[in-house]
């Protein structure tokens, strides 16, 4: 026993002290976290001490934290039986800085004011002093695991000044007595101690107990080698860290050294909530550094539109901030991002090869998502789009989907495009006109029904050297096999471009241009979109409704349809009709088009048409 000595802390740490307690720490609660994760560390390096064959003091003793509450004393200790700290090691850990360099950045830290650089602050290992945001004073009892050493008491306020006395022999390791600010008396009830463990420390590496109970008893399973994981602890795992209840559709568990070191288990759910109305989904991966966890829902590991995915993501190698909220390394973190999507990705095409109804499963759910990251992730567009499925003129089967790499193994010889077309459903897209001239050439039209869909073929606009190509686009070049089956004879020469002036001045502005089609077979007419695509016109009409009284598009008519010889026979006759069959012939190519028209007036003339069709 010893008479106790006072030290005064060290300038930077004083300064660093307010700075943890006043600037760093947004979450008080986050205390604990530090607390415990310095005790592992104290246990980790003992445990490189025993494998190094060092000569240990009380080398029995368990590898474990204890945490004991005290409400009526207003307590809370943290007891590790770690490597523990000699008188000098109590001085410079826990009284300066001793660091190269360390202090004149400290001194720049605290003159920043509210620019505070904090990059390299997490180097210097002061998680302890956050146990003053809150406790009035800390008391810490600890012995060396040098068998020859001795056992020390360390005391402070936190205000200026520490006292360090030799007390009676000790267990090695550490303990950490918190009294608590009036304030801050919560912490002495183990409920909450138990929920702040479970949030922040789940995975450290040796048992952690709270009065006697342990608390994390769910194993790190990332860090573990998948081969000696059953399914039912994957499954367990995933229900701890989802709060579900079920088991998950897919799991990936990897780890890489190269470029960067990474320990990953990602789960993808069963369901997908966004499509039940509940809210946009939040990032659900929690980021840890050696079990530790370092962000909950970190926004930044994955991309936006892989929000759906769970899981864990550890890597050795995160430089820190001292709070451990903020990772210091843009550049590490865009690392990350692009290993961990990359091989999620990657895995993703796995599944698809090997086991396609179960994929098929996984893009009823979530396909939307992979459409929302080639519609804007150029870095992934690439793997994204060997993802994508769709339905198609030859899918007859409920359900049946391909990739654009199946379309292109099955394309007809001189088939130089992968064609595409939209609607609402597969019955309406093939009840309208834009299929004819594929049918006749025999080849296959992919389905899409989303303008997400249109509008990641356009930009993309190509996939293995082929183009994508709209079949309601203008500059469609595919002409209809001509043969006489019925010895129809149509419009043609003179006539027929008399007949198409007489149309477009009937139409006016409605229209940009009348031409013959090439392509029509079964129908009268259909309209060519100015927008690229129909569906991209409906889009932007339903964003902006002056788009709405904008020309259609181009007209075009089957001058053999018999629905066009008799207009013309109208036309010639100067029937007053031949206007309201104009305008209906119009109107049924913009519903064919699926292009937003007036059902009002469309009414008057249908009622029109039927009083003359029943005399």
Not at 526 to 548: A, C, E, V, W
Request: hydrophobic share 35%.
């Amino acid at each position: 026993m010893s008479t106790p000595e006072t030290k005064e802390f060290q300038t930077e740490i004083q300064q660093l002290l307010d700075i943890v307690i006043n600037s760093l720490y947004t979450d008080k609660e986050i205390f604990l976290r530090e607390l415990i994760s310095n005790a592992s560390d104290a246990m980790e390096k003992l445990h490189f001490q025993q494998i190094s064959g060092q000569d240990i003091k009380d080398k029995d003793i368990p590898l474990e934290i204890k945490i004991t509450t005290n409400l009526d004393e207003h307590t809370l200790t943290i007891t590790d039986a770690g490597i523990g700290m000699t008188k000098e090691e109590l001085t410079e850990n826990l009284g300066t800085i001793a660091h190269s360099g360390s202090k004149a950045f400290v001194q720049n830290l605290a003159e920043a004011g509210d620019k505070k650089d904090l990059n390299l602050i997490g180097q210097f290992g002061v998680g302890f002093y956050s146990a003053f945001m809150v406790a009035e004073k800390v008391t810490l009892y600890t012995r060396s695991y040098h068998p020859e050493g001795l056992s020390y008491i360390w005391e402070s306020d936190g205000k200026g000044s520490y006292t360090i006395e030799e007390t009676e022999e000790l267990p090695r390791g550490t303990r950490i007595v918190l009294h608590l600010k009036k304030e801050e008396e919560d912490y002495a009830k183990p409920e909450n101690v138990k929920r702040v463990i479970k949030q922040y420390s789940s995975f450290v590496p040796y048992p952690v107990s709270v009065d006697g109970e342990n608390v994390n008893t769910v194993q790190a399973l990332w860090t573990k080698n998948k081969n000696e994981i059953t399914d039912e602890e994957y499954n367990e795992f995933y229900k701890f860290i989802a709060n579900a209840y079920d088991e998950p559709l897919f799991r990936l568990h990897f780890s890489s050294d190269a470029p960067i070191n990474i320990n990953s288990l990602l789960f993808v759910p069963k369901n997908n909530i966004e499509k039940l109305g509940f809210g946009r989904m939040e990032p659900s991966i929690n980021l840890y550094c050696k079990k530790v966890l370092i962000q909950s829902q970190a926004k930044d590991i994955l991309p936006e539109w892989l929000r759906f995915v769970q899981g864990v993501v550890d890597s050795e190698e995160l430089p820190l901030n001292i709070s451990r909220e903020t990772m210091q390394d843009s550049a590490l973190v865009a690392k990350l991002n692009k290993v961990v999507t990359t091989r999620f990705l990657k895995f993703l095409e796995e599944q698809a090869k090997n086991d396609s109804e179960k994929y098929k499963e996984f893009w009823k759910e979530f396909g939307i998502f992979l459409k929302e990251g080639a519609a804007n992730d150029f870095t992934h567009r690439d793997q994204l789009m060997k993802l994508l499925r769709f339905e198609s003129s030859s899918q007859t089967e409920d359900n049946n989907l391909l990739s654009l790499s199946d379309y292109v193994s099955r394309m007809k010889e001189g088939q130089e495009a992968i064609y595409y077309v939209n609607g609402p459903s597969r019955e309406v897209i093939e009840a309208g006109p834009y299929l004819e001239v594929f049918r006749d050439k025999g080849y296959e039209v992919i389905y899409t029904h989303d303008s997400i869909d249109d509008y990641i073929l356009m930009t993309v606009g190509e996939y293995e050297g082929k183009k994508l190509i709209s079949a309601d686009q203008a500059d469609l070049d595919l002409t209809r096999d001509d043969k006489e089956e019925d010895g129809t004879e149509g419009l043609e020469g003179d006539e027929l471009k008399t007949f198409m002036d007489w149309l477009k001045e009937r139409l006016g502005t409605k229209v940009t241009e009348i031409r013959e089609s090439k392509r029509l077979i079964d129908s009268p007419a259909l309209i060519l979109s100015p927008y690229g695509t129909h569906s991209m016109q409906r889009m932007m009409q339903l964003m902006n409704r002056d788009l709405q009284d904008v020309p259609a598009g181009i007209l075009e008519i089957n001058p053999k349809h018999t629905l066009i010889l008799r207009l013309n026979e109208l036309r010639k006759q100067e029937d007053s009709f031949a206007q309201v069959a104009v305008d209906q012939l119009f109107a049924n190519a913009q519903i064919a088009a699926g292009i937003i028209v007036d059902p009002r007036g469309m009414v008057n003339r249908l009622n029109e048409i039927l009083e003359k069709a029943l005399g």
